[in-house]
Every structure is written in structure tokens, then in C-alpha cells.
């Protein structure tokens, strides 16, 4: 399902599982803001490509806010929604290296979990294409058609090996929880973020951006584990 897709009525919007008992581990909400490029020249060669990353930890405080500049020589050809919705202003080549991105996330997937809305884009986006693939829901939201043995939502052991071979991190896995497990609508389908949000919070963020965005995932994940005391 698109990240940001069409969804049903918010107040139709719930959180479908009870939370295990929260841990003390850190954790770090992400949220990326892409466009669609290419390879001129180079056959299919249409990608996601990352514009934008907010990053906050499980106190709210936003630890990345930044413009990743698209690879050299790529051309884009739709940034409708990054400049419509996420107000960034169509210069592409402004920004930081998307190195510098993932290295900050890979040296905090050494003693943290990663959390987030629809994370296999965002995963997919930052180059963990290996994390990407795992992060994806293939066990639905009913928890008796389970196959694993984690709880709805989170996924253990993803790898984070980035290219040819893992840098700047101490172990070479994560575990995320995916927050489409948990919030859906009454009927069990996936809703948008800003309709869990507005459902759970009766309010909504002013600004729709990464960090805005990652900001709501994780207030709705501290929410969710107060639920299990």
C-alpha cells in the first residue's frame, strides 16, 4: 500500500493490538520525503529517490532535520509531492550526502529500535534494500495468521548492510516496529498517518514534512506502550 494512499473515515481509526510491556531501549522514529528520478540514458532506471529526512528519539526531541542532495548526475521527474506537500523547494542537488543520513542511523541501530510508518519505503530510500524487503508485512494484521513469532508490528534481525559491506555500526541488525500492525481501521485496513493521529491525539501537526511526520509516529508509538501498563 502507498505510504500516503487513500484510507477510510479517521474515526474509523484504532489501534488494533495491545502493546508489550514498554523497555528502556532507545528508540527512533525516521520519516523520509522522496522524489522520482532517473538514470539518464540507463533502461528503468525510475527510483525513489530521498530528498528529506526527520529523525526524532522516543523523547520527542528531533535529533535530524535535513535536505539530502540527489546523486550526482540523476535526473528528477516528479517532485509533485515533496514541493505540494512537504514545501520543499525544488532544488535537488542542496543538502547533505545520504551517507551522512544513514551512518548516523546505523551507529544508533547499535543500541536502539527503529520505528516507523510504512518503513520499508523509507528503509528502501536510504539504500537498505536488505531491511526493506524484511520490514514488509506478509503476515497481515490478524495475529492468527501470523507466521512469526514477534508481536504484530515488529520485526527482529533485519539487516542493515549498506552496499558491498556494513560500516559505522557495532552489529549489523535492527528490529523496527512497523505502527500499520498496530492502528488500523475498525474494519482491519491500514489508514494514513495523520488520520491515527488525529484519531488518537484530536489534533493534527500544522507542518507535513519528514520531521513532522516522524515527530507523529512517535508520539503514537509512546502511546501505544503506555497501553500495556
Known amino acids: 500500500m502507498p505510504k500516503r494512499g487513500r484510507a477510510t473515515s479517521p474515526s474509523k481509526c484504532a489501534a488494533a493490538f495491545r502493546a508489550p510491556e514498554p523497555e528502556s531501549t532507545p528508540a527512533y522514529a525516521f520519516d523520509c520525503e522522496m522524489v522520482t528520478a532517473e538514470f539518464p540514458g540507463r533502461a528503468s532506471s525510475q527510483f525513489q529517490c530521498v530528498v528529506s529526512v526527520g529523525v526524532v528519539d522516543e523523547r ?3 535529533i535530524l532535520e535535513a535536505r539530502i542532495k540527489v546523486p550526482r548526475g540523476c535526473h528528477v521527474t516528479d517532485d509533485s509531492f515533496a514541493r505540494a ?10 543538502g547533505i550526502d545520504r551517507h551522512a543520513a544513514t551512518s548516523l542511523l546505523t551507529r544508533f541501530a547499535a543500541t536502539g529500535v527503529f520505528v516507523g510508518w510504512q518503513l520499508d519505503n523509507d528503509l528502501r530510500c536510504l539504500g537498505f534494500e536488505r531491511a526493506a524487503d524484511q520490514a514488509k508485512d506478509r503476515g497481515g494484521w490478524d495475529p492468527e495468521a501470523r507466521t512469526d513469532s514477534a508481536a504484530p508490528g515488529q520485526r527482529e534481525g533485519l539487516s542493515l548492510a549498506h552496499g558491498s559491506q556494513l560500516q ?19 474494519r482491519g485496513r491500514k489508514c494514513q498517518l495523520v488520520e491515527a493521529y488525529q484519531f488518537i491525539f ?9 520531521a513532522a511526520d516522524a515527530q507523529m509516529t512517535m508520539e503514537l508509538y509512546n502511546w501505544w506502550l503506555k497501553q500495556g501498563r
Open 60 to 62: 520527542l526531541e528531533k
Open 168 to 186: 559505522y555500526c557495532s552489529q549489523d541488525t535492527v528490529t523496527i516496529f512497523e505502527l500499520t500492525d498496530y492502528f488500523r481501521t475498525a
Open 85 to 94: 506537500r512537504g514545501g520543499l523547494h525544488p532544488d535537488w542537488n542542496k
Open 202 to 210: 484530536g489534533k493534527v501537526l500544522d507542518a507535513h514534512n519528514a
